[in-house]
């Protein structure tokens, strides 16, 4: 198991990509956003789907050289198709855009269908807490993977939400979850290490209880996170995602494959002046942070700090690589003549 | 116990605010707002708040006589300031505004600061749903009953959440609920009457976990719902309704009392023809309810779909009141000379 730089990571990553067929402006951003999640310790949207990517650009299910397409647009809102391009690309720009609209109109929303996997939400809206905007980007998601409330069956998917909240002199807030009790890269993360899930998860074939994580992939299925409140937020999400865009619900037969997605923006300025806002979300983070901990818990975190104090570490330290996420890549460089320069 | 029809309640209610001194216009909306929580089912925001809301009238803690005040607008904002009216007044102006804003502009945000308790948060998402717009209402609360994820202290409040989405033959979808994993009110009514709360919702005051409701008013705290999840939402949540409003987050010292509320309304015409949309929504619903129940459930039902099945039952069958919730309303129309015609 290696550990790289995450330099070291973008360029072996983009150069696969690039070696796959993608141009290199695309493989340079793609690989960027991978290795942030990485970075950030979320390695479940990290390196780890590259050699999904490389399968799914040989089967032509992404189009690398796809243009965002405008569908409909007003000076607050727009729908766009991403034509299967890579939804790092698709929701980079989808993001970009609401912002420009939030500039000028102090609210944006944006839509975006067929989108290819956009990995980790939480970059997009990030984008937009850097510029002083709150910041809020869901999808839905295939699979099928998760039942709703009162129900047992494989109806609804692990559909993710996040926002992100600009502060002053503390690090912006960063909600970024799945609606269900975790996301199904977490299963298979477990499966592959041969570790147990804890009790509440999923059930098995046979609707029972289980911590086995092999369960998910014999009939099993994930529970909503917190009852009818997360189902009712996957719900949500799989109608602003799925809907509203035109990308499809899941659970639909119109559904493809991907994310859509529905992104907002929210100009502090429109309500209170900026720094006004940040000293009060800085107090606010800073009264949380006082209070007593939990046993385990060595400090109250504010969301969004668990993920950048692993990226200081990793920036600092290095990435490690589970041994089969670096097998995968090595594989992949081989088959497309890849040198490798990370030992 | 009596069981009386939403009429005669709306009726009563109305003339014991009027006794007191509201307006009859206001005395009426706001009886009307609380008989609706009870005819949902959701008894904690209905009729028994009739007490409460008495008691902060007379130590001048609402101004049933103060007018929503516009404080700074643009085509798609508006920041109110609600000079503690009766919240169910300020929230269903706001909403208002917001509305109009959205057919104009295909999406708005209005805050409000120093609303009087707001109640129900659904009543005003689903005004913008009946309309054919998504609505969304959220608010920040005070208490500080609600501990931090990786936290025990009393840092945080049940901070309450809501959105509305319009289905076309099935009814709206409505998800309404605390990011807690109890409003402080479900506690209050199971130490009422004498029940233990579900395991998971409380910690006493030497952070153990109890079921007893009573130990949360001798210095217990609530969990928040989904550990981080629920906590991030929370923090969201006092961030866009106490932070951006003005109105003050509930664990600083600049909080006074009530909600800070923040809503937001989408223009589904901005994305989707709205027939196709709802066409979409009916359809995921119709397979989300097809599968399978868990054990203990009739059917898979949206969220909403209780609260409609038993206002439609209550609509036929009367309200069934708590001996305590009726004593006080007779306590109460005695003192203020409020003659009672229900039996």
Redesign the interface.
């Known amino acids: 198991m290696p550990t790289c730089t995450a330099g070291q990571l973008r360029s072996l990553t983009s150069r696969i990509f690039q070696a796959a067929g993608v141009p290199e402006e695309i493989a340079t951003k793609v690989s960027s956003s991978l290795v942030e999640s990485d970075l950030m310790g979320h390695d479940s949207h990290g390196v780890i789907r590259v050699a999904q990517y490389l399968r799914d650009l040989r089967r032509g299910m992404v189009d690398p050289r796809a243009e965002l397409q405008v569908l409909?647009e007003?000076?607050?809102?727009a729908?766009l198709d991403a034509h299967w391009q890579f939804g790092q690309i698709a929701a980079a720009g989808g993001m970009a855009i609401a912002i420009e609209k939030a500039r000028e109109?102090?609210?944006?929303?944006v839509?975006i269908e067929r989108c290819y996997h956009i990995g980790r939400l939480g970059e997009y809206a990030l984008t937009a807490a850097e510029q002083g905007f709150?910041g809020m980007v869901l999808c839905n998601t295939g699979g099928r993977t998760v039942?709703?409330?009162?129900?047992?069956?494989?109806?609804?998917s692990p559909n993710p939400m996040s926002?992100a909240?600009p502060a002053g002199r503390r690090k912006p807030?960063l909600?970024d979850?799945a609606t269900s009790m975790c996301a199904e890269g977490k299963v298979r993360v477990a499966r592959a290490a041969g570790k147990e899930i804890p009790p509440g998860w999923l059930l098995d074939k046979d609707?029972r209880p289980t911590t086995n994580p092999a369960d998910l992939y014999d009939g099993g299925v994930i529970l909503p996170?917190?009852g009818?409140?997360?189902?009712?937020?996957c719900?949500?999400l799989?109608?602003?995602g799925?809907?509203?865009?035109?990308h499809?619900?899941a659970?639909?037969p119109e559904y493809e494959r991907g994310n859509g997605v529905f992104m907002?923006v929210?100009?502090?300025e429109?309500?209170?002046p900026l720094e006004q806002?940040q000293d009060?979300?800085d107090?606010?983070f800073d009264?949380?942070k006082a209070?007593?901990?939990?046993p385990g818990?060595a400090?109250?975190?504010?969301?969004g700090e668990p993920e950048l104090q692993t990226k200081e570490e990793r920036e600092r330290q290095g990435i490690p690589l589970p041994e089969s996420t670096w097998q995968d890549i090595v594989r992949e460089a081989g088959q497309l003549g890849v040198e490798i320069d990370i030992h």
């Open positions: 409909k007003t000076p607050t809102t729908l109109s102090h609210l944006a929303a839509g709150v039942a709703p409330f009162g129900g047992v069956g494989r109806t609804l926002y909240v807030f909600l979850f609707r996170m917190g009818h409140k997360g189902y009712a937020l719900l949500l799989d109608m602003l799925g809907a509203l865009t035109g499809g619900c659970c639909l907002m929210v100009d502090v429109a309500f209170r806002f009060t979300v107090r606010l009264e949380v209070g007593p901990t939990a818990f400090e109250v975190l504010i969301p």
